[in-house]
T-cell receptor
Framework: EAGVAQSPRYKIIEKRQSVAFWCNPISGHATLYWYQQILGQGPKLLIQFQNNGVVDDSQLPKDRFSAERLKGVDSTLKIQPAKLEDSAVYLC??????????FGEGSRLTVL | AQKVTQAQTEISVVEKEDVTLDCVYE???????LFWYKQPPSGELVFLIRRNSFDEQNEISGRYSWNFQKSTSSFNFTITASQVVDSAVYFCALSPGYSSASKIIFGSGTRLSIRP
C-alpha cells in the first residue's frame, strides 16, 4: 500500500514570495491533515479536511495560508506571501474512519 | 486546556540500557486518545501506539512498553534493551473527544540518542 506522498521535499524562497505544497493521501482515506512543524517543536495542526470539507482550520493563518482539497483526494497548501517565521516542515497526514494518522515525509520550507 | 508535556528534551543512553520517556497530558474531556509517534532522521512520523481513555491496561510490544495512569495523567513509554536504531525524536500526542483522529495535539518531543 502506497503511503502519503508529498512534494516538493525541499523548497527555498525569499520572504514575500509564494509557495505551494502538494499532498496525495493514502487511497481511501477520507480525512486529510496539514501540520506545521517548526524546528525543535512538535507538529501543529493547520487544517483538517473530511473528504473535501474543512473540519478544523482554527490555527491556519488565513491572511497568508490557504488550503484546498477540491475532489476529496489530493490537497494543496499555499503560502502567500511567505514570512521568515514560516520556515518549517509541512507535514501531510491522512486517516481512515477515525483511526491513527499516517504521515508523509514532509516538505521542508526555508524562507530567506 | 488541552496540552501535552514532554519535560525531557534530550536523553542519551548507552546501547542495551533501558530508557523511559515521560509524557503528561491535560484535558477536560472524559473520552480521549493518547498516542506515541517516532520521528527518525528521515522526518516521517511513524505511529507506535494508540490508547483510549477507558483502557488503562499497560501494553507491551517487543522491546516497547507503555504505562498509562489516569490518576497522574501520564502515558510513559519504555524501551527495554535499547538499540542504536531506536535513536529518533519521540512525540507523545493527545486527541480529545470521541474520534481518535480529530485534532491531535503533540508534545514538543524527546530526542533520544542511543550510543553504541
Amino acid at each position: 500500500e502506497a503511503g502519503v506522498a508529498q512534494s516538493p521535499r525541499y523548497k527555498i524562497i525569499e520572504k514575500r514570495q509564494s509557495v505551494a505544497f502538494w499532498c496525495n493521501p493514502i487511497s481511501g482515506h477520507a480525512t486529510l491533515y496539514w501540520y506545521q512543524q517548526i524546528l525543535g517543536q512538535g507538529p501543529k495542526l493547520l487544517i483538517q479536511f473530511q473528504n473535501n470539507g474543512v473540519v478544523d482550520d482554527s490555527q491556519l493563518p488565513k491572511d497568508r495560508f490557504s488550503a484546498e482539497r477540491l475532489k476529496g483526494v489530493d490537497s494543496t497548501l499555499k503560502i502567500q506571501p511567505a514570512k521568515l517565521e514560516d520556515s518549517a516542515v509541512y507535514l501531510c497526514a491522512s486517516s481512515h474512519e477515525g483511526r491513527e494518522l499516517f504521515f508523509g515525509e514532509g516538505s521542508r520550507l526555508t524562507v530567506l | 486546556a488541552q496540552k501535552v508535556t514532554q519535560a525531557q528534551t534530550e536523553i542519551s543512553v548507552v546501547e542495551k540500557e533501558d530508557v523511559t520517556l515521560d509524557c503528561v497530558y491535560e484535558t477536560r474531556d472524559t473520552t480521549y486518545y493518547l498516542f506515541w509517534y517516532k520521528q527518525p532522521p528521515s522526518g516521517e512520523l511513524v505511529f507506535l501506539i494508540r490508547r483510549n481513555s477507558f483502557d488503562e491496561q499497560n501494553e507491551i510490544s517487543g522491546r516497547y512498553s507503555w504505562n498509562f495512569q489516569k490518576s497522574t495523567s501520564s502515558f510513559n513509554f519504555t524501551i527495554t534493551a535499547s538499540q542504536v536504531v531506536d535513536s529518533a525524536v519521540y512525540f507523545c500526542a493527545l486527541s480529545p473527544g470521541y474520534s481518535s483522529a480529530s485534532k491531535i495535539i503533540f508534545g514538543s518531543g524527546t530526542r533520544l540518542s542511543i550510543r553504541p
